[in-house]
C-alpha cells in the first residue's frame, strides 16, 4: 500500500495540490521532492506552503498515522526534519523527538488510480503490462532501454569490484575469476567461478606453455579425474586412450606442488544440457584460451576491433576433445563428435556480452576513464542481441531487441522489475497507467 502512496504523490495523481490538515491549515505541494530508496524519509527536499509560509524540508509517508510509532520515528532524530507526514488514514497523532507535534495531512488516492495500479501489480502473468506495449513510442521503450542497460552494467560493476577487493585489487586475477565463471554459461557459472577461486592465475601463467598441464590443472581442480578409468579394449581401439591417466599423474604433481584443495565434482551439471555445453568440453575450451594467451586482460584493454577480440577466444581445444564429450567414451560411430570443439560464435558473444563489456565497464568507472565505458556500450551495440526467452518474451510483446545492449537491457527489465513487480518504478508501467487513467478523463 504504502509503494501505491509513494508513487501517487511522486507523479502527483491526487485530485488537487491542495489540502486541509486535520486542524484545518491550508496545505499547497509546490514540489513533492525527491524519491529517497535508502533509509530515512520517503522524500527529499520537497517544497510545500503552510497558509503563506513556504517550508523546504522532507516528506513521509504511511498508510496509516500510527505507523509512525511503529517504525519508531518518534525516536529517530533523522524523522525530525519531516515538514509533512503524509497518511491513507489518520488515526492519531503524531510526534518529533522533542514532543512537537507533527503536521500530517490524509492523501486522498482516486478510485481508478487505485484499481489500475492494483490491475496491473496483481497480474500474474511474465509481462505484466504486455498487451500495451505495442502502443508505447518507440523513442521512449528506447530512452528506458538505454537507462536499464546503465543499470545492469553498473550492477556487474559492484560484482568486479567486490572481486577486486577480494583479490589484493588484481585485475588479471579478477579478470580470469570472472571470465572462468562465464564459461559455466548459466548451469555451471557458481561451480566454475569457485574452481577459478580455488586455483590462483599465477599457476595457470606459469603452466599456459603447456597445454596438457593446464588441462591438469582444471581437470583436476574441478574434481573431474578421480573417476577416470583405463580405456575399455571392449570398445575398439581408442586413439587418445591414455590422455586422461596422463591428466591424473600430471594434476597429482602439481596438487602437491601447489597444496591445492579440488572441488567436488559432483556440483557440476550435464542435467538438460547439451552436449557442447558438457563441463568437461567447457574446461577443454577455458584452457585452451589460457594457453593461447597469457595477460589476456591487457589484450582485452588494448584491442578494440571486435573481430580481433573474438579471435582470443576462438581456440581449439587438445585433439582429444575432437572425439570426446567427457572422459571414457568415444564416439566413432558419432560423426557429428568428431569435430572442433572451438567455442562457438553464439557462446563467444556472450563471453563478450558477458564478461569482456562489463570488465571494460567497470574498468572504466573504477579508474574513471570514460573512453573504456564508452567502448563497453559500443561493443554491446557492434553485438547481435542475444536469443533467449526474455528477448523472445519481449519481441512478442512488441518490443525488439537490435543488438546486446538491447538484449541486457531487457533481462535488466525483467528480472529487477517484472518478476519483482515493481511496475510502479518503471517507465513503462508508468507509461501504461497515466495512458489508462487517460481514458478516464
Not at 509517508?61 to 518518534?74: Q, T, Y
Not at 572441488?263 to 538438460?272: C, D, I, P, Q, Y
Request: glycine residues 4%.
Amino acid at each position: 500500500m504504502e509503494k501505491m502512496l509513494h508513487y501517487i504523490w511522486k507523479h502527483r495523481l491526487y485530485p488537487s495540490d491542495e489540502f486541509r490538515t486535520h486542524d484545518g491549515a491550508l496545505i499547497t505541494v509546490i514540489d513533492p521532492g525527491i524519491y529517497n530508496t535508502d533509509a530515512g524519509p520517503d522524500f527529499f527536499n520537497a517544497k510545500i506552503r503552510i497558509g503563506t509560509t513556504v517550508w523546504v524540508g522532507n516528506i513521509e509517508i504511511h498508510n496509516r498515522a500510527s505507523d509512525w510509532i511503529l517504525h519508531r520515528h518518534d525516536r529517530d532524530k533523522m524523522y525530525d526534519n519531516v515538514i509533512l507526514h503524509v497518511v491513507r488514514h489518520d488515526d492519531c497523532k503524531v510526534y518529533y523527538t522533542n514532543n512537537v507535534e507533527v503536521r500530517q495531512v490524509v492523501l486522498p488516492v482516486p478510485v481508478n488510480v487505485e484499481t489500475n495500479i492494483e490491475w496491473l501489480l496483481s497480474r500474474d502473468t511474465p509481462v505484466p503490462c504486455e498487451g500495451n506495449l505495442f502502443n508505447i513510442p518507440a523513442i521512449y521503450l528506447s530512452d528506458w532501454l538505454t537507462t536499464l542497460l546503465m543499470e545492469r552494467l553498473e550492477r556487474k560493476t559492484q560484482d568486479v569490484e567486490m572481486r577486486l577487493s577480494l583479490n589484493s585489487k588484481d585485475w588479471n586475477e579478477t579478470f580470469y575469476i570472472t571470465l572462468m565463471r562465464n564459461f559455466g554459461f548459466g548451469t555451471n557459472s557458481d561451480i566454475f567461478e569457485m574452481l577459478a577461486k580455488s586455483l590462483p592465475f599465477k599457476h595457470i601463467l606459469k603452466h599456459r606453455n603447456n597445454p596438457l598441464q593446464i588441462e591438469a590443472l582444471f581437470f583436476g581442480q574441478a574434481g573431474l579425474l578421480d573417476d577416470v578409468s583405463i580405456s575399455d579394449p571392449s570398445r575398439g581401439f581408442e586413439p587418445f586412450g591414455n590422455y586422461a591417466n596422463e591428466l591424473r599423474t600430471e594434476y597429482s604433481f602439481l596438487r602437491k606442488k601447489y597444496n591445492l584443495q579440488p572441488v567436488s565434482g559432483f556440483l557440476f551439471r550435464n542435467l538438460r544440457t547439451r552436449p557442447v555445453n558438457f563441463p568437461h568440453v567447457r574446461l577443454a575450451q577455458a584452457a585452451a584460451v589460457w594457453t593461447h594467451n597469457d595477460l589476456l586482460f591487457s589484450k582485452i584493454l588494448e584491442t578494440e576491433d571486435l573481430v580481433a577480440l573474438r579471435k582470443f577466444f576462438n581456440v581449439e581445444p587438445s585433439p582429444y576433445w575432437s572425439e570426446h564429450y567427457n572422459f571414457n567414451t568415444v564416439h566413432k560411430k558419432d560423426n557429428s563428435c568428431v569435430r572442433r570443439k572451438s567455442i562457438g560464435a553464439n557462446a563467444t558473444n556472450i563471453i563478450l556480452i558477458n564478461t569482456v563489456a562489463p570488465i571494460l565497464f567497470a574498468y572504466g568507472k573504477i579508474k574513471k576513464r570514460d573512453n573504456y565505458c564508452e567502448r563497453a556500450l559500443r561493443l554491446l551495440e557492434k553485438i547481435p542481441a542475444e536469443r533467449n526467452a526474455i528477448v523472445t518474451l519481449f519481441g512478442n510483446a512488441g518490443v525488439k531487441a537490435d543488438n546486446a545492449g538491447d538484449s541486457q537491457a531487457l533481462i535488466q527489465l525483467q528480472r529487477e522489475y517484472c518478476e519483482k513487480k515493481k511496475c510502479l518504478y518503471c517507465r513503462i508501467g508508468y507509461r501504461v497507467l497515466a495512458d489508462i487513467m487517460k481514458s478516464y478523463s
